[in-house]
C-alpha cells in the first residue's frame, strides 16, 4: 500500500517505538509529543504481473537465462500435502532448500531415531524435478531462541567428547546419505552474535576453539563434491557481522579449510528501512574476492504500516540487483509464498520483538501471494535477473 497525505495522531507508545528504531529524528519528535501529524494516506498498489502457467515461468527462466540459482524454501508436508505447491516450485524456482527437515532436531530426534523421511521427500521432488537441492542447516550455532536446530538430547550432553561424538557422527550420516544429490549445505548456520561480530557462545564451544573448520572438513570427507556453504544473518544491518564474516572466511581459505560459499540470509525484519544502498553489494564483493561464491538465501521483506508494498518491491529489486551485480550466484526465498512465511508465526514473533512490532499480520513477504500468484516484487526480480550487469 503506497501513501499520498493526510493527518493523523501519532502519540502511541508503539509509534514511539517505531521512530526510535527508524532514526528518523523529525518523525521521532512528532511522535514524542502525541501531536497531531501529516503523513500519507494509502495509495494504489503497484500493478501485479499476469500469473503463470507456463511450466518454466519468467523467475526460473531468467535465472537459467543468468546460470544462477533461484529458491525457495519448503517443507516436505506442503509439497506433499498440496499439490499447487508443488507445482509452483517446479515453475517458479530452480533450487530447493529444506527449511527444516534436514536440522538435526529433525533428522536425529533421540540418539537411536533417524527420522528420514522428510528430507528424502525433498531431495526426491527436487531430483524429479530438475532442481537443485541446498541442505540447511548442520550446525545452527546461536541460540537465541533456542531455536538452534539441535536435538534436546544432543543439546544436553555436557560431556564433551560424548557431543562430539553425536555431532560428528551426525554430520557424517547426514551429508553421506546425500551424497551427490544435496548440491551444497549450509554447514554452520548463525555464528556471529547479534549485533557485533564474536562468535555466539553455544553448545558447538564443547568440540574446541577450532570448530568451524572440523565440521567443514567432516562434512567434506563425507562428500566431496557438494558445495560447503557458511550462511549468516542480519549483515545487511550490522557491519560489524559483515566484517566477521569476511575475517573468518579469510582464515578458512587461508589455511585450506573446504568452505566454497557464504549466504546472507536477508531477513529484512529487524526496521522497515531499506538496506544502505551499497551494504549488500560492498560485502558481497569482499567475500568473492576471498575465492568463495555469495548467495541471498532466506529473502523475505515483510509488510507494515512504515513499509508499504511499494517500498517491497524497490527493497526486492535493489537487494537482487546489489547481489547480482557484485557477482551473487543465487536468489533464495524463505518460503514458496505468503501463505507458507514462517514470519507469522508465534515463535518468530516472540523471538524477534521488533518484527512484531514493526510489520503487519500477515505481513505477506515473499514473491508469491497467498494464492501463490506472482506479485510485484516477483516481477522486480525478474526485471533485476534480466537488465543487471554481470560484474567484470
Ligand atoms: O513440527 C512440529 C510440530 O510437530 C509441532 O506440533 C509444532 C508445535 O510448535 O512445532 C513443529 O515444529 C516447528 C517447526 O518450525 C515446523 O513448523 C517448530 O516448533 C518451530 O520452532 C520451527 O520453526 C522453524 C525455525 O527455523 C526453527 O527451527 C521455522 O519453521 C523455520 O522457518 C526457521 O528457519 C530459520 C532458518 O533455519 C535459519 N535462519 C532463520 C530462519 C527463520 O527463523
Not at 531455536?147 to 551426525?170: C, V
Not at 554452520?188 to 553448545?203: D, K
Not at 561464491?293 to 509488510?303: C, G, K, M
Amino acid at each position: 500500500m503506497g501513501r499520498l497525505g493526510g493527518c493523523v495522531n501519532t502519540g502511541s507508545a508503539r509509534s514511539r517505538l517505531v521512530s526510535w528504531v527508524v532514526g528518523v529524528s523529525v518523525i521521532s519528535m512528532l511522535f514524542a509529543t502525541g501531536a497531531t501529524a501529516c503523513v500519507a494516506l494509502p495509495a494504489p498498489a503497484p500493478p501485479q504481473p499476469p500469473d503463470c502457467t507456463d511450466p518454466v515461468c519468467p523467475l526460473a527462466a531468467a535465472a537459467r537465462g543468468r546460470g544462477i540459482r533461484v529458491g525457495a524454501a519448503v517443507e516436505a508436508d506442503d509439497l506433499i500435502s498440496n499439490p499447487a505447491v508443488a507445482d509452483a516450485v517446479r515453475r517458479h524456482f530452480t533450487s530447493v532448500t529444506t527449511e527444516n527437515a534436514l536440522k538435526l532436531s529433525v533428522v536425529r530426534p533421540s540418539p537411536t531415531l533417524w527420522n528420514w523421511g522428510p528430507a528424502d521427500t525433498v531431495v526426491a521432488f527436487a531430483e524429479t524435478n530438475d532442481l537443485e537441492v541446498r541442505g540447511h542447516t548442520l550446525a545452527w550455532v546461536n541460540e537465541s531462541g533456542s531455536q538452534n536446530g539441535l536435538p534436546a538430547w544432543m543439546r544436553d550432553l555436557n560431556d564433551p567428547s560424548e557431543f562430539r561424538t553425536a555431532i560428528l557422527d551426525s554430520v557424517s550420516a547426514v551429508v553421506g546419505r546425500y551424497q551427490g544429490r544435496v548440491d551444497r549445505w549450509d554447514v554452520v548456520n548463525e555464528l556471529f552474535e547479534y549485533p557485533v561480530g564474536v562468535q555466539a557462545p553455544s553448545a558447538f564451544d564443547r568440540l574446541g576453539p577450532d570448530y568451524v573448520a572440523e565440521l567443514f572438513e567432516v562434512a567434506h570427507a563425507a562428500d566431496p563434491g557438494a558445495e560447503l556453504w557458511l550462511n549468516e544473518v542480519f549483515t545487511e544491518v550490522f557491519p560489524a557481522k559483515g566484517d566477521a564474516l569476511v575475517a573468518l572466511v579469510s582464515s578458512l581459505r587461508d589455511r585450506g579449510v573446504p568452505i566454497h560459499g557464504v549466504g546472507l540470509q536477508t531477513h529484512l525484519t529487524l526496521s522497515p528501512a531499506a538496506p544502505n544502498p551499497g551494504s549488500v553489494s560492498g560485502l558481497v564483493a569482499r567475500l568473492r574476492a576471498l575465492g568463495v561464491e555469495v548467495a541471498i538465501t532466506e529473502f523475505d521483506v515483510p509488510l507494515g504500516p512504515l513499509r508499504t508494498e511499494q517500498q517491497q518491491v524497490d527493497i526486492y529489486r535493489q537487494v537482487t540487483a546489489e547481489c547480482l551485480s557484485a557477482g551473487c550466484t543465487e536468489i533464495t526465498v524463505w518460503g514458496v509464498g505468503d501463505a507458507f512465511t514462517t514470519l507469522d508465526t508465534a515463535g518468530q514473533r516472540q523471538n524477534n520483538p521488533l518484527l512484531a512490532a514493526f510489520f503487519s499480520l500477515p505481513s505477506t513477504p515473499l514473491l508469491l501471494d497467498v494464492n501463490l500468484r506472482p506479485k510485484a516484487a516477483y516481477a522486480a526480480v525478474v526485471a533485476a535477473l534480466q537488465r543487471t550487469p554481470t560484474p567484470g
